[in-house]
């Protein structure tokens, strides 16, 4: 049975906020590792990723993002 509808947002924005909150360059990668794969997996499904939900929750972030992840993502300094 083939599933219709969007992914809920309980279940994409940890996800999302997991590659745009990393630290280092290995923890952001290992993030969207786990992203792209979810997101695979619910295209199979029939399933839609909520990319507007997702970019109008980072809306106040103000910075250049596509289906909520950031596209200037860089490491965190460390202090």
């Known amino acids: 049975m083939k599933l219709i509808?969007?992914?809920?947002?309980d279940r994409a924005l940890p996800m999302?906020?997991?590659?745009n909150y990393a630290k280092t360059e290995g923890e952001h990668r290992?993030?969207?590792?786990?992203?792209e794969g979810y997101k695979?997996?619910?295209?199979e499904m029939g399933q839609m990723w909520p990319c507007c939900d997702l970019d109008m929750h980072f809306m106040d972030e103000d910075r250049p993002m596509c289906c909520g992840e950031f596209l200037d993502w860089k490491p965190k300094k460390e202090e």
């Open 5 to 9: 509808g969007y992914v809920p947002m």
């Open 16 to 19: 999302v906020e997991a590659v």
């Open 30 to 35: 290992e993030a969207q590792l786990r992203l």
């Open 40 to 43: 695979q997996r619910c295209r």
